[in-house]
């Protein structure tokens, strides 16, 4: 287990009075064969846990697969009628678990596959360390690691491998893939920024956590199954969507945005070419040779987050918008 504040010894199970349920939040974008994959064949009476299921919606088909499906597990379902984004999507189905009683909240991708033994594990860490953020080790169907940690590198601008132990200047972060939180600390952080939409969402909570005194933890003997890209439609191909480009470039600087000093802010920016450049190559070479090419959609992100940047100095004048805003709509 490794813990980016101080080290801890987690319980291995709650084996006090019965604890409320835990919260299972699960964003729905075209998604539906996926959760009838992987968190419709669990049992969680024994866990406890509730799940909530918000429907960004795609299409009336996948609404309509999705609905059928809450019903037939009890699941509660929050249909939104357009797409509000990842963070967004997520505090609103926070949100509804509260109302249903859960204190503790399981945020999971769709492609995540848990055992109910690793569901009862994460509720327990998250009562016996409330102040945390926690994440199961996270492996690919083939067994190989996908995350296990990572780091915020200030002066490599940008997202980078664990190196070593976290420094105030490359910071430890936790992926939202499958994130487990305690009522108390989702409330002290105010949910996700849903500024970001998509991507790096999960990079500003976790810096957020930290400033705030709370920890970040990887559960080494918890392990999930990530079928990465199973929520993007099935291709042979390498190449992304538009929609990772486009977020994945304008929001490295929204982060800048709201986090750095004018100085950092600089040499992130100086660096966003060769960034772009490494997000794209993410797709492969040959993506390039189609006419309409991902770079496009990197190129605008990156040009939308210069606006983000340009619009935070001097620094302080950022302010996001919250999901509260759009509950008020």
Known sequence: MKTYSAELALPPLHDGPPVTPLGIVVVNYGSHALLAANLARLNLSAVPAKVVVVDNFKSAADTAAITELAAA?????????????????????????????????LMINPDVAITEEVLAQLLAATLAQPMALITPTIVRPDGSVW???????????????????????????????????S???????????????LYWEDVDLSIRC???????????????????????????SRAKSPLYYYYNCRNRLLFASKHLSSIDQLKWLLRTPTDVARVVLRGGR???????????????????????????????NHSGRRTEDLVAR
């Open 210 to 236: 930290v400033d705030l005194g709370g920890s970040l933890i990887v559960r080494d003997d918890l392990v999930v199954v990530h079928d990465v890209g199973g929520t993007q439609q099935a291709s042979t």
């Open 147 to 181: 995350f296990r940690g990572s780091r915020l590198s200030l002066d490599e601008a940008g997202v980078r491998p664990v190196t070593g132990p976290p420094t105030a200047r490359r910071r430890a972060w936790l992926t939202g893939a499958c994130l487990a939180v």
């Open 286 to 316: 040959r993506q390039l040779l189609r006419p309409g090419s991902s770079a496009w959609p990197g190129i605008r992100g990156a040009l939308a987050g210069l606006f983000a940047l340009a619009g935070s100095w001097p620094r302080g």
């Open 73 to 105: 597990r009890g699941w509660t379902l929050h249909a939104l009628a357009r797409n509000v984004g990842f963070g967004a999507a997520v505090n609103l189905g926070v949100a509804k678990a509260a109302q249903l009683g859960c204190d503790s909240y």
């Open 183 to 197: 009522r108390s600390m989702w409330a002290k952080l105010g949910g996700y920024d849903d500024d970001y939409f």
